[in-house]
Antibody, heavy 126, light 112 residues
Framework: EVQLLESGGGLVQPGGSLRLSCVTS????????MGWVRQAPGKGLEWVST????????YYADSVKGRFTLSRDNSKNTLYLQMNSLRAEDTAVYFC???????????????????WGKGALVTVSS | DIVMTQTPLSLSVTPGQPASISCKSS???????????LYWYLQKPGQSPQLLIY???NRFSGVPDRFSGSGSGTDFTLKISRVEAEDVGVYYC?????????FGQGTKVEIK
């Protein structure tokens, strides 16, 4: 069973830093792309960042580029999101998400955000 | 960047009746291999989102066959053939043909 468990959320002042962790189990961590999606209070989903499982290449939303850093520790099956220079608009629940693949009917499919964690709340406020 | 636009933003449905949600993308989501990078997710109240449909029309494991995805190019539809009480929540479409990935605004489905 795939499990994604986020931690590290909390209250931080504007300009501060926080590191989110996502401990995973139930699949071969190194094989898959992983990332984060956030949801501000009462709002919709916003993709934040993705890291490749094959080469570690990272991708970021413009809203967090230069402030957030996504990394993975394959020896610990853990994903990290280092968040610096936090702003009030970064307040959200941050979901860890696993990408996947499916082969069936002679076709290969890539599955974005196949599985999700329960989320970690980050509140940026003075 | 690709913009995803969903309509309607809310829907009230009688149990047993069909429901349909539209999603339009600002650019084609069609890969050169013929696959379409369009996903549908459902976020039930108080829960994390869950994958319903991938590759335009393929139901994810465990998703009931009353859910179906269709469309092409830039216009897409999620249909629920007979809405059940457990289908309430917010439905999102998302594109993954290029970064940044982008979601629609969400469509809230409630039961009458």
């Amino acid at each position: 069973e795939v499990q994604l468990l986020e931690s590290g959320g909390g209250l931080v002042q504007p300009g501060g830093s926080l590191r989110l962790s996502c401990v995973t189990s139930g699949f071969t961590f190194t094989t898959y792309d992983m990332g984060w999606v956030r949801q501000a209070p009462g709002k919709g989903l916003e993709w934040v960042s993705t890291i490749s499982g094959s080469d570690g290449r990272t991708y970021y939303a413009d809203s967090v580029k230069g402030r957030f850093t996504l990394s993975r520790d394959n020896s610990k099956n853990t994903l990290y999101l280092q968040m610096n220079s936090l702003r009030a608009e970064d307040t959200a629940v941050y979901f860890c998400a696993k990408d996947g693949t499916y082969i069936g009917g002679g076709s290969y499919y890539f599955l974005s955000h196949e599985y999700w964690g329960k989320g970690a709340l980050v509140t940026v406020s003075s | 960047d690709i913009v995803m636009t969903q309509t309607p933003l809310s829907l009230s449905v009688t149990p047993g009746q069909p429901a349909s949600i539209s999603c339009k993308s600002s650019q084609s989501l069609l890969f050169s291999d013929g696959k379409t990078s369009l996903y549908w997710y459902l976020q039930k109240p108080g829960q994390s989102p869950q994958l319903l449909i991938y590759g335009l029309s393929n139901r994810f494991s465990g998703v009931p066959d009353r859910f179906s995805g269709s469309g092409s190019g830039t216009d897409f539809t999620l249909k629920i053939s007979r809405v059940e009480a457990e289908d309430v929540g917010v439905y999102y479409c998302m594109q993954s043909i290029q970064f940044p990935r982008s979601f629609g605004q969400g469509t809230k489905v409630e039961i009458k």
